[in-house]
């Protein structure tokens, strides 16, 4: 199991953009499918974005498409969301998230079994 933790939240602009970075501890990490997922007050957690243990496939809920980019860095262990377009909608608590299981793709919320504490994104309108 790896341990999580998030950075870079804050709050913004419409229109500004934003980068979030999760430092991960764990010999497993370049085993693991990474995403991010975010849930806003009174809603459920919802995916925003995967990426698979190499970097070479990414998954993208059709709502940050083209606004969000995933990736990840193996040898230093981190997996990063850069938020470009930001829209008041995107305001909610982001969490990075490593897979269960070791060389499988996936975005489903319980197929994740590593969790950060979250980081605040606040877009203003």
């Known amino acids: 199991q790896v341990q999580l933790v998030e950075s870079g939240g804050g709050l913004v602009q419409a229109g500004g953009s934003l980068s979030l970075s999760c430092a991960a501890s764990?010999?497993?990490?370049?085993?693991?499918?990474m995403g991010w997922f975010r849930q806003a007050p009174g809603k459920e957690r919802e995916f925003v974005a995967v990426?698979?243990?190499?970097?070479?496939?990414?998954l993208y809920a059709d709502s940050v498409k083209g606004r969000f980019t995933i990736s990840r860095d193996n040898v230093n262990r981190t997996v990063s969301l850069q938020m470009n377009s930001l829209k008041p909608e995107d305001t909610s608590v982001y969490y990075c998230?490593?897979?269960?299981?070791?060389?499988?793709?996936?975005?489903?919320?319980?197929?994740?079994?590593?969790w950060g504490q979250g980081t605040q994104v606040t877009v203003s309108s």
């Open positions: 990426i698979s243990w190499r970097g070479e496939n990414t």
């Open positions: 764990g010999r497993t990490f370049s085993w693991l499918t």
């Open positions: 998230a490593a897979h269960r299981t070791p060389f499988r793709l996936g975005y489903d919320a319980p197929d994740f079994g590593s």
